[in-house]
């Protein structure tokens, strides 16, 4: 089993940069393909970005590529979102997802544990 654990998330100003984290327990965490997701109310749950078992390579939606980047550490079982150049439409509640396969995805139904999910709120 593994539990997702996701930290960072805070209100912040347009512009402006944030970083999320994701503590996974649970010893296959090296072997998982990794992604972001993000839900925004009355809307659907929506890919940000993800990562293979390796650390490479890595995928991102249009809307945040170049701003965002995803990574992990597989010594600290840890993945993370940098989120530069903040905007508005990224206000959302972010979750971290892992999928037991070693190839990412960027389909949420594709993936096996997820987080509780952390609000990013962003103003203008």
């Known amino acids: 089993q593994v539990r997702l654990v996701e930290s960072g998330g805070g209100l912040v100003q347009a512009g402006s940069s944030l970083g999320l984290s994701c503590a996974a327990s649970?010893?296959?965490?090296?072997?998982?393909?990794m992604g972001w997701f993000r839900q925004a109310p009355g809307k659907e749950r929506e890919f940000v970005a993800s990562?293979?078992?390796?650390?490479?390579?890595?995928y991102y939606a249009d809307s945040v590529k170049g701003r965002f980047t995803i990574s992990r550490d597989s010594a600290k079982n840890t993945l993370y979102l940098q989120m530069n150049s903040l905007k508005p439409e990224d206000t959302a509640v972010y979750y971290c997802a892992g999928r037991t396969r070693a190839i990412a995805s960027n389909r949420f139904w594709e993936y096996d544990y997820w987080g509780q999910g952390t609000q990013v709120t962003v103003s203008s």
């Open positions: 649970g010893r296959t965490f090296s072997s998982f393909a």
């Open positions: 990562i293979d078992w390796s650390g490479d390579p890595t």
